[in-house]
């Protein structure tokens, strides 16, 4: 099996930054196709970014294309999302998933394994 842990949300102010991370335990042999999603009140689950297995390639929802980075460390089975320039339609619950397929998707039937949440509230 495979656990994820969520860390790094919290209260920030418009325009700030955080930094989330996800940390992979379990079968820690095995690489993922990495993703993040959030959800915010009263919405559906949203893809956010994908990372592959290797880190070389990453997608991005165009609601944060250029304003998030996603990477991944392997080597201590993290995977991290850099959030800047924040706006209070960002607050949401932020997902980590891990996925087995080869390549990527944004659909989140295609993960495997999902972390508990880390909040991130925006304020205007």
């Known amino acids: 099996q495979v656990q994820l842990v969520e860390s790094g949300g919290g209260l920030v102010q418009a325009g700030g930054s955080l930094r989330l991370s996800c940390a992979r335990s379990?079968?820690?042999?095995?690489?993922?196709?990495m993703g993040w999603f959030r959800q915010a009140p009263g919405k559906e689950r949203e893809f956010v970014a994908c990372i592959n297995r290797s880190g070389s390639s990453t997608w991005y929802a165009d609601s944060v294309k250029g304003r998030f980075t996603i990477s991944r460390d392997n080597a201590k089975n993290t995977v991290y999302l850099q959030t800047n320039s924040l706006q209070p339609e960002d607050t949401a619950v932020y997902y980590c998933?891990?996925?087995?397929?080869?390549?990527?998707?944004?659909?989140?039937?295609?993960?495997?394994?999902w972390g508990q949440g880390t909040q991130v509230t925006v304020s205007s």
């Open positions: 998933a891990a996925s087995r397929i080869s390549g990527w998707s944004s659909r989140s039937d295609s993960y495997d394994y």
């Open positions: 379990g079968r820690t042999s095995s690489t993922y196709v």
